[in-house]
């Protein structure tokens, strides 16, 4: 190398900061250029902490989807072998009800075993601190969220179908409302916790409450031509 060249680095200043990658040709000129990533201050880029979410969206989406799809195949179930609003009505409320309840005392029970898990392993290890206090999952947020989320989800088909008379549109608004709130509540729960594609996660959704619902339809329908059960007209 000749003594009369050298290389030196200069220091990115605080307020700019660039990545670099490995120098290329630039279009036949003989200079080399490099390409830049503009970045934050400081050369990190501030992320989402996706994990930091997972207990409240874990017990959010699977609340409000499992409302949904339990509250919606009920009233379809129902409607399969009684025509009657009220009947159909009742029962998706009666869902609703014992749904959330349900949701609450379960998700209440089931972090509270991770809690106790883990406030063991602290103590065994003995790394439990403050920092590691404020990590701990809270009971009570997880089964307020999943009955609140419960209810929401449940509201849908309840609201949407509940208070319509003639049977056949009745049964299309519950399914349609039930559609469209799986499809939402999928794609807004990939969103929010970084999946890899969005619509795929709202189709996988989507498919698995109309499985849903068409079995519960098709049960009760056979139940009720086995045992000739009688379905009223209004």
Known sequence: MAPNLSSGVHPASNDTAAVQSP????????????????????GQQQQVDYMAR???????????????????????????????????LVSGLAGLVAGACSMAIGEFVSVYAQYDIQVAHAERTG????????????????????ALAFAAGAALPLLAGGFVRPWAARVAAVCAATSLG???FGAAGAY???????????????????????????????????????????
């Not at 874990?58 to 009233?75: F, H, P, Q």
Request: hydrophobic share 50%; charged share 15%; glycine share 12%.
């Open 127 to 146: 790394s439990r601190n403050e920092e590691e206090e404020e990590t701990l999952p809270s009971p009570a947020k997880a089964a307020a969220a999943s």
């Open 192 to 234: 929010l916790g970084g999946a890899r594609s969005v619509v795929r996660s709202g189709a996988r959704v989507l498919v698995g409450g109309w499985l849903a619902m068409a079995v519960t339809y098709g049960v009760l329908k056979l139940f009720s031509l086995a045992f000739n059960t009688q379905v009223s007209s209004a």
């Open 182 to 184: 799986l499809a939402g």
């Open 23 to 42: 120098t290329k040709p630039n279009h036949g000129d003989g200079k080399t250029t490099v390409d830049a990533v503009d970045v934050e201050a400081g």
């Open 54 to 88: 997972a207990q409240w969206l874990r017990a959010a989406v699977l609340g409000a989807n499992d409302g949904l799809v339990s509250v919606a195949s009920l009233m379809i179930g129902v409607g399969a072998v009684n025509a009657s609003a009220r009947a159909m």
